[in-house]
């Protein structure tokens, strides 16, 4: 049986993971409400690119989907960037928040593995700005949360 093609909706999701660091790693494993914040969908849209990585099949149609995302974006960057956050969530700066973060009783370790919006709230951010500061400590050397094997 052939697999329909990708819907619309998952093609411009995959589109903008391409574009940033944690891409594939944090579609599949981020939490559902925190990657639809990041990526600007609705849940339901992370849930249905999530549903393309369930089967060998159906995950070629993604990786696929992917490759053509990077060829299309070509060179234009050696680093994928982030999107902008919105405008509302232009307080505190990632650098501010690795610094607010690593002065208090929690430190960096939180900042990397904790729920992004449990720290968004914790630290009056929004979390494109925890993202973002993740992004630098990975930057940093700082190690990813335990990866399942």
């Known amino acids: 049986m ?8 998952v093609v411009e999701l995959l589109n903008a993971v391409v574009s940033q660091r944690s891409g594939l790693w944090f579609l599949e494993r981020g939490p559902l409400e925190t990657v ?10 992370v849930d249905s690119a999530r ?4 089967t ?11 490759w053509e995302a990077r060829k299309r974006r070509g060179a234009r960057s050696a680093a994928p960037a982030d999107p902008d956050p919105p405008p509302a969530a232009q ?3 990632a650098e501010e928040l690795i610094r607010e973060v690593s002065s208090s009783r929690f ?4 900042l990397l593995s904790a729920p992004a919006e ?3 709230v914790l630290f009056g ?23 399942e094997p």
């Open 91 to 93: 307080g505190k700066t």
């Open 118 to 120: 449990t720290v968004a």
């Open 2 to 9: 052939v697999e329909s093609p990708l819907p619309r909706e």
């Open 56 to 66: 060998p099949e159906r995950r070629m149609a993604v990786a696929r989907a992917l």
């Open 51 to 54: 549903e393309w990585l369930t």
């Open 36 to 45: 639809a914040i990041r990526y600007g969908v609705h849940p339901s849209v």
């Open 125 to 147: 951010v929004h979390p494109f700005v925890v993202s973002k500061a993740r992004d630098l400590l990975y930057e940093r050397g700082f190690k990813q949360p335990l990866e």
């Open 107 to 110: 430190g960096e370790e939180f």
